[in-house]
């Protein structure tokens, strides 16, 4: 039996968009696994930006690789860390980037990006745990090996 005109006009108004199809399938969202190597392992020499999908328990969902930096930056936007969460379906995220040279203090920039997904998560009403800079024990003066800005009260 042939389709109308109209019915098939409706059938693919609910079909989505090839662009955004593509964008979807570009989100690469992992699941942790006990055995699964640390994030950082796999580019130790470069600033990497991560988000960790929580469930509404702030069990973890996922992770997803954000940006790979420099050896000194890295290029991150709210844009970029929200949209994994959206789509994953996550209701609160941790962030997290490595530091190369060991020494996790957050930078200025650092410090404004905080901010920035801060101010994002109250509008997209997903809840922003925390932001954790992963160093090295033995640069950082603190002597933990990290930085976090729930612990400093920034989160």
């Known amino acids: ?33 006990p ?24 069990h973890p969902l996922g992770r997803h690789l954000v940006t790979l930096g420099t050896l000194t930056s890295s290029l991150v936007h709210s844009r970029e860390t929200f949209r994994a969460a959206i789509i994953g379906g996550a209701a609160s995220i941790v962030v997290s980037h490595n530091h190369p040279s060991g020494d996790p203090r957050p930078s200025s920039a650092d410090i404004s990006v905080t901010r920035s997904l801060r101010e994002a998560s109250q509008v997209l009403g997903i809840d922003l745990v925390d932001h954790v800079i992963v160093g090295d024990k033995t640069a950082d003066p603190a002597g933990k090996g990290y930085y976090s800005f729930r612990e400093a009260g920034m989160c």
């Open 35 to 58: 055995s699964d190597p640390p994030a950082y392992a796999e580019n130790p020499m470069q600033e990497a930006f991560y988000v960790v999908l929580l469930d509404r328990k702030n």
């Open 1 to 33: 039996m042939p389709h109308s005109p109209l019915a098939k006009a409706y059938r693919n108004s609910l079909r989505m968009p090839p662009v955004f199809r593509s964008r979807v399938q570009q989100i690469k969202i992992r699941n942790l696994t």
